[in-house]
T-cell receptor, first 113, second 115 residues
Framework: QKEVEQDPGPLSVPEGAIVSLNCTYSNSAFQYFMWYRQYSRKGPELLMYTYSSGNKEDGRFTAQVDKSSKYISLFIRDSQPSDSATYLCAMRGYGGSQGNLIFGKGTKLSVKP | DTEVTQTPKHLVMGMTNKKSLKCEQHMGHRAMYWYKQKAKKPPELMFVYSYEKLSINESVPSRFSPECPNSSLLNLHLHALQPEDSALYLC??????????????FGPGTRLTVL
């Protein structure tokens, strides 16, 4: 079993839809959870960063972490064509090599006008 | 300013060439990273520098040689690469390493093609 599982998609939605992206993980030492957005041939851009369980909201984006289920989600409300990108979940533990980022495979999202 | 810059944007090199990739950040971060990303794959960690010292080397072949001349600069020296080394090379930085609440910010990457 891989440490981080993420459905690679592709996921295609109409403009204005609510998008739900998810990752599961197996390592209970993970404490910090991130979502990155990566446009084609560009570097990853940090979207959301959460510590431990709970919700975090930033504009149209909401990140949820459920450590008991080892499950994280990113919701995008009122999706726009400019949201079309690959979304990578990433997570890590604390310190040393445990603190290295472990990425999911990424989900490719396409928002159609 | 949360910008990490990388030069060059694109690089084509032969297997016998020597070239270098450069990364710079002015956020006062003390940890810097090199990642390699193949098409449709997530980034893979290569090296971590913390306070200008190499702290993690993820079993990377010696044809890749990192260097951290100061806290703002990170180089990756390339020599005798193979075609399978063609990839997007990403630099990232964070406040002070892999402890605590340390966001990693990525640069735009250098797209390397080895002929």
């Amino acid at each position: 079993q891989k440490e981080v599982e993420q459905d690679p998609g592709p996921l295609s939605v109409p403009e204005g839809a609510i998008v739900s992206l998810n990752c599961t993980y197996s390592n209970s030492a993970f404490q910090y959870f991130m979502w990155y957005r990566q446009y084609s041939r560009k570097g990853p851009e940090l979207l959301m960063y959460t510590y431990s369980s709970g919700n975090k909201e930033d504009g149209r984006f909401t990140a949820q972490v459920d450590k008991s289920s080892k499950y994280i989600s990113l919701f995008i409300r009122d999706s726009q064509p400019s949201d079309s990108a690959t979304y990578l979940c990433a997570m890590r533990g604390y310190g040393g090599s445990q603190g290295n980022l472990i990425f999911g495979k990424g989900t490719k999202l396409s928002v159609k006008p | 300013d949360t910008e990490v810059t990388q030069t060059p944007k694109h690089l084509v090199m032969g297997m016998t060439n020597k070239k270098s990739l450069k990364c710079e950040q002015h956020m006062g971060h003390r940890a810097m990273y090199w990642y390699k990303q193949k098409a449709k794959k997530p980034p893979e960690l290569m090296f971590v520098y913390s306070y200008e010292k190499l702290s993690i080397n993820e079993s990377v072949p010696s044809r890749f040689s990192p260097e951290c001349p100061n806290s703002s600069l990170l180089n990756l020296h390339l020599h005798a690469l193979q075609p399978e080394d063609s990839a997007l090379y990403l630099c990232a930085s964070s406040r002070d390493g892999t402890s605590g609440y340390n966001e990693q910010f990525f640069g735009p990457g250098t797209r390397l093609t080895v002929l």
